[in-house]
C-alpha cells in the first residue's frame, strides 16, 4: 500500500471547486512537512502550495498562480492535509501529487516513499 494517498480529483467547470485530501498510512508516524504539487501535459512537475511548522504556528506558501483560490490547510499531526481549490481555471488541469517529509518508525521517508500516486483534476471552460 501506499504510504501517501490522494483523493478527491475529478472533472468541474470553470469557475468550480474541488477539495483534495492527502492521507498518510497508519505506519507514517511523524510528518515534519507537506506539499502539493501538479504536473500539466507536457510540463515539468510544480510546487503549488506546502505546510509546515515553525514553533507551534504552521506555515502556509503558495504558488503565485493560485495564491489567493487555493488554501491549503492539516490536522494537527499533519497526518491528513487537504487543499481546497476554488475559482478553478482550464490551466489548473493536472495531475495534483502529496509529498510528504516524514518518518516512520523504521526510519525517514526516502524516494518514492514521499509522494502519493496522484490525483486527476480537469477543469472544463
Known amino acids: 500500500q501506499m504510504r501517501l494517498v490522494e483523493s478527491g480529483g475529478g472533472s468541474v467547470q470553470a469557475g468550480g471547486s474541488l477539495r483534495l485530501t492527502c492521507t498518510a498510512s497508519s505506519d507514517v508516524v511523524t510528518v515534519y512537512h507537506m506539499a502539493w504539487y501538479r504536473q500539466a501535459p507536457g510540463k515539468q512537475r510544480e510546487l503549488v502550495a506546502s505546510?509546515?511548522?515553525?514553533?507551534?504556528?504552521?506555515?502556509?506558501t503558495y504558488s503565485e498562480s493560485v495564491k489567493g483560490r487555493f488554501t491549503i490547510s492539516a490536522d494537527g499531526a499533519k497526518n491528513t492535509v487537504w487543499l481546497q481549490m476554488n475559482s478553478l481555471t482550464p490551466a489548473d488541469t493536472a495531475v495534483y501529487y502529496c509529498?510528504?517529509?516524514?518518518?516512520?518508525?523504521?526510519?525517514?521517508?526516502?524516494?518514492?516513499?514521499?509522494w502519493g500516486q496522484g490525483t486527476q483534476v480537469t477543469v472544463s471552460s
Open positions: 509529498n510528504a517529509d516524514g518518518r516512520t518508525q523504521t526510519g525517514i521517508l526516502r524516494g518514492p516513499e514521499r
Open positions: 505546510i509546515g511548522s515553525i514553533g507551534t504556528d504552521d506555515i502556509t
